[in-house]
């Protein structure tokens, strides 16, 4: 992305979670969870700073130790938006990237299709989705999304969206990756409003983007991610880290001139 524009990469981080305990911190082949997500947010080198927002002084403090750029964040804050909208009162910039910290296997790709959206005028607030897999179209963790022809958000659910009422096939379903970018103008305006009632029902505060008339554009995300919410998850991801570490291994020992490994 060619551009002036001034961008800002923020991870929340909290350290609570009621499903997967500190998970943040959680070592994944060999490196706590946030430091994988700020390690791909940091190669794609369309931000800067790219920093990690807490209330927690254990992440912190492994932050720190890391050479991780890190602020302190109120404990009061409701959402990941919140913080990143506290961030935003000290860092200045035009747009600011809220970065899941639950997210560790995101790599560098996905960050240009996201901000290349604000090469249009009319983009305010931007998000990404894959191609949802037909066994978590039922689910209501995986969150579905349906656009317009121009990538304009139309509605965020839980539910199975659209609803293939005559049973045709239906093979669009689009399953909305929680990485957003705000203009610092759109980003300060939802954090001014009340929840609206969508988004206390289904429970997704882009709702409260919609609800108030402030659109969100989708772009295509390069492939899917792994969420960590649970120790299931924490072992796909740490599978599939392993893997990524093991093929760069290889990759680096070729350059050298050594011969690739064989299978046996």
Not at 13 to 39: D, H, N, P, Q, Y
Not at 134 to 143: K, L, Q, R
Not at 207 to 230: F, H, K, M, S, W
């Amino acid at each position: 992305m060619t551009s002036p524009l001034r961008i800002a990469g923020v991870i929340p981080a909290r350290l609570g979670s009621t499903r997967l305990s500190r998970k943040v911190l959680r070592v994944i082949a060999g490196r706590s969870m946030v430091e994988w997500v700020w390690r791909a947010a940091s190669a794609s080198g369309r931000m800067d700073p790219v920093l990690v927002a807490t209330d927690s002084e254990d992440v912190a403090v492994v932050c720190r130790e890391r050479g991780i750029p890190v602020q302190m964040t109120s404990a009061d804050c409701a959402s990941g938006s919140d913080r990143v909208r506290e961030v935003a009162s000290r860092v200045d910039a035009d747009i600011y990237v809220n970065i899941q910290g639950d997210e560790p296997t995101l790599t560098p790709e996905f960050f240009a299709p996201l901000l290349e959206l604000f090469l249009r005028p009319e983009v305010e607030v931007a998000t990404l989705a894959v191609s949802c897999p037909a066994a978590e179209t039922t689910n209501p963790n995986a969150v579905k999304v349906v656009t317009a022809l121009d990538g304009r958000a139309l509605y965020f659910s839980r539910s199975t969206i659209p609803f293939d009422r005559d049973q045709a096939g239906f093979v669009g379903y689009r399953k909305h990756l929680g990485i957003y970018a705000y203009r610092k103008a759109a980003l300060e305006r939802f954090g001014a409003l009340p929840p609206g009632a969508l988004e206390g029902v289904e429970r997704l505060e882009q709702l409260r983007l919609l609800e108030n008339g402030i659109d969100i554009y989708v772009a295509a995300a390069p492939a899917d991610t792994i969420g960590v919410d649970t120790e299931e998850d924490l072992a796909r991801a740490e599978a599939v880290l392993r893997g990524r570490e093991s093929l760069v291994s290889q990759r680096t020992a070729e350059d050298r001139g050594f011969p690739p490994l064989r299978q046996k």
